[in-house]
């Protein structure tokens, strides 16, 4: 299975290795978006990364609920699968835990959003998936922490 998991949101230890076929997503079109978690560390940042590499309409709002909309439609870079790839996850809304969460569990919808039949009913089924790419040695904390909660 292509990087599926329950929620949408999978920890991957960044020195580890995937088999090809869970790395790469089935066919169709698929967009890929690598961010940089070092620089979202604040809101401000995570919000601009998930703009700059997805290409985000002018009307972005710069908001948590303007965030899960654009991600939850992506009308302007149509795809059949959708790949975020977060590195150094650690540093995301470090110092925010609760801002963290947050943006975990709009990921997580996003995902059960796209997995839905009524999602893209001309397309077919859509995939959204986050990979958390992960030092080893943040990856126990990640993994954790992503147990907490069910999104």
Known sequence: MWMESTTG???LVKEGTVPVG?????SGRAVVARLDGGKMSAMDGVFEQFSRELR???YFGW???ALSDCLRDMSWLPADHYLIVID???WVLAGDLEERRTLFRILMQAARDWASPFASPDSG????????MAPEADFETLQAE???FNG
């Not at 869970?22 to 089935?26: D, I, L, S």
């Open 146 to 148: 992503l147990m907490t």
């Open 88 to 90: 150094e996850p650690a």
């Open 125 to 132: 089924e859509v995939t959204f998936q986050t990979v958390l």
């Open 9 to 11: 949101l999978t920890v």
């Open 63 to 65: 908001n948590w609920a």
């Open 56 to 58: 985000f309409p002018a």
């Open 22 to 26: 869970e790395a790469v997503p089935p």
